[in-house]
């Protein structure tokens, strides 16, 4: 898990998609629960499929994800909603 100033960047493995698209939905539910008179607070989560490498980088060895899949999942765009990709929604089951 990376935070990216208001945002959180999980990697999930490509095999769950269903998990990830879950922890979404979960994310989504909980936050909204936060919501009142004086909050608006709204979640948006893109899920996608990629390869991308991971490892510790630079001089303080921090954890990274980086790749074109990464590039890719964050010009899915943003704003309030979960949006998945052709390759996540290929993963669910058909009653999702």
Not at 19 to 25: C, L, M, N, P
Not at 31 to 48: F, T
Not at 58 to 85: K, T
């Amino acid at each position: 898990m990376k935070f990216i100033g208001d945002g959180v960047f999980s990697v999930f493995p490509a095999e769950a998609a269903v998990a990830a698209v879950d922890a979404a939905s979960a994310l989504r539910d909980a936050v909204h629960g936060l919501r009142g008179q004086e909050w608006r607070i709204d979640l948006g989560a893109n899920v996608h499929v990629a390869i991308v490498a991971e490892g510790e980088i630079g001089l303080e060895e921090r954890y990274d994800v980086f790749g074109s899949g990464v590039n890719h999942l964050f010009r899915m765009g943003g704003g309030p909603g979960i949006r998945i990709s052709e390759p996540v929604y290929r993963q669910l089951p058909n009653e999702a």
